[in-house]
């Protein structure tokens, strides 16, 4: 599998004023990192936005609930 590229970010404060964890900023995966970086352009510059590659279709979510 070839590697693909996410885009994350830091969420909201948090009410005690703290920076936010860092979460998804889309469930988009992007080709290229050409691509990602154009969408975390568009992301604020508050929330760090970072782009991330990793091979994310080897990944899956198996906790039972799914019919094979």
Known sequence: MSDFFIVICRADKTPDGERGKFELATCTLFRTRVAAEDYA??????????VVNGRFLDLRVDDGRFER
């Open 41 to 50: 352009v568009g992301v604020s510059p508050s929330r760090d936005p970072l």
